[in-house]
């Protein structure tokens, strides 16, 4: 079993910079693709990131390529999510989601997640 833990959420205002945070529980994390999901009010959970095991490798949405970046510490069961340039639709509760991986792949759908985290609030004022 694995448990994720989100932190770093909060209210910035357009143009700001935040980093999230999502610490794994257990000794395999180095055996996990990750990936950041986010939904907003109303609307579905949506894809945003995703890393390979090994930190080699990353997917973005296409609403946050360019501006949002993940990266992994398997030193400290730890992946994380730089938001650049935030924007008002960026606000959404933001959803960490683990997957045990043969191989050096990343997942963007939500069905491949086996573990989710309960989520950080991130809210972007205009």
């Known amino acids: 079993q694995v448990q994720l833990v989100e932190s770093g959420g909060g209210l910035v205002q357009a143009g700001d910079s935040l980093r999230l945070s999502c610490a794994a529980s257990?000794?395999?994390?180095?055996?996990?693709?990750m990936g950041w999901f986010r939904q907003a009010p109303g609307k579905e959970r949506e894809f945003v990131a995703s890393i390979t095991r090994s930190g080699g490798n990353t997917y973005y949405a296409d609403s946050v390529k360019g501006r949002f970046t993940i990266s992994r510490d398997n030193a400290r069961n730890t992946v994380y999510l730089h938001m650049n340039t935030l924007k008002p639709e960026d606000t959404a509760v933001y959803l960490c989601a683990a997957v045990r991986s043969s191989g050096n792949y990343y997942y963007s759908s939500l069905s491949d997640y086996n573990y989710w985290g309960q989520g950080t609030q991130v809210t972007v004022s205009s």
């Open positions: 257990g000794r395999t994390f180095s055996t996990l693709a």
